[in-house]
């Protein structure tokens, strides 16, 4: 309870300050990249929901066309065709997501959590109201995000958020951060389909 109160945020403080700093001048030159390179803003700003299903504005970098509707990425039929040559570059190697490294600092969301969802993702986040999976700070990556992403029915999503929020843990933190950079690197459950475990255990996700 103390590392779900007090440490983890300090954590996450401790990392994301000196990231900001250190990717400062990256983070402005893929701005320019993003503006010379397609029509539209740098950043992509939308409402999600966050602990206790409230909303605040989540930043990502702009990866999509401007003519791309507003939905549900799992609702798109052929979502590459809507994402810009260097959005697919920022997606596969989620540079996209590092603005949220503000979103971190003001205390929106966390390192490792569920992820954010949008008003396009109702049933997931009613799911979330039910388990519980809402009473943690929402994270860039989280278990649904290192066991198959996009590809996940609404059901399985909020099943791994909510074993998450159960078991939250500095070591099931750390298990699901070293599986991020692993995924990161290896790309998995961008655009492709990732092979999910459906016995993994309790144990093997850490429990704590």
Do not use: C
Not at 17 to 25: A, E, F, S, Y
Not at 50 to 69: D, E, H, I, Q
């Amino acid at each position: 309870m103390f590392y779900r109160k007090v440490v983890k945020r300090l954590l996450d403080l401790l990392l994301a300050i000196p990231m900001l700093i250190i990717l400062l001048i990256p983070l402005i030159i893929v701005g320019i990249i993003i503006k010379l390179t397609s029509e539209g803003p740098v950043l992509f700003i939308q409402e999600r929901y966050g602990r206790n299903s409230k909303p605040f504005a989540l930043y990502k970098f702009r990866s999509m066309t401007n003519k791309a509707p507003v939905k549900a990425n799992s609702e798109f039929e052929d979502i590459t065709s809507y994402v810009t040559p260097f959005g697919m570059f920022i997606r596969k190697t989620s540079v996209d997501e590092l603005p949220q490294l503000w979103n971190i600092i003001k205390g929106d969301m966390s390192f490792i959590g569920p992820r954010p969802l949008a008003e396009t993702d109702k049933k997931v986040l009613l799911l979330r109201k039910q388990n519980g999976a809402d009473q943690v700070l929402p994270g860039i990556s989280g278990l649904a995000q290192v066991n198959g992403r996009n590809n996940l029915s609404d059901e399985d999503k909020a099943a791994y958020d909510a074993k998450y929020a159960a078991h939250l843990s500095f070591r099931v933190d750390m298990l699901l951060t070293l599986e991020t950079i692993v995924s990161v690197l290896k790309r998995d459950g961008v655009f492709k389909e990732t092979v999910i475990d459906d016995n993994k255990s309790d144990k093997d996700m850490g429990e704590a």
